[in-house]
């Protein structure tokens, strides 16, 4: 119960942001795509989420070796995503116009 509580706070201090934030840099015409291609791409996330706990599960469940190797595999994934997003910030950036 308290992941679902820390997820979903999460999701609504991060929500009202990052609409926030597509409203400003879409441009007027575009603004109704921009938040649309927001919520898709947190229902996308969810979907992978869903994807991702199913393979660490197997067929037979939920062991620890499992989990281990499958929670271990996803880090990794995410810390490599979280350099290729460090290495693309500059021309994220400058794309933002100097929007803060």
């Known amino acids: 119960m308290l992941c679902y509580v820390l997820r979903a706070t999460g999701e609504l201090c991060l929500s009202p942001i990052g609409l ?52 271990t595999m996803g880090f990794w994934i995410l810390l490599g995503g979280g350099e290729l997003l460090f290495l693309v910030a500059t021309r994220i950036d400058r794309l933002m116009h100097g929007m803060r």
Do not use: C, H, Q
Not at 55 to 61: A, P
């Open 20 to 71: 926030s934030l597509v409203t400003k840099l879409a441009p007027a015409r575009l603004v109704g795509l921009g938040v649309g291609g927001w919520f898709l791409s947190v229902a996308i996330g969810e979907n992978l989420a869903g994807l991702f706990a199913a393979s660490v599960s197997g067929d037979e469940g939920m062991t620890v070796a499992s989990a281990l190797s499958g929670y």
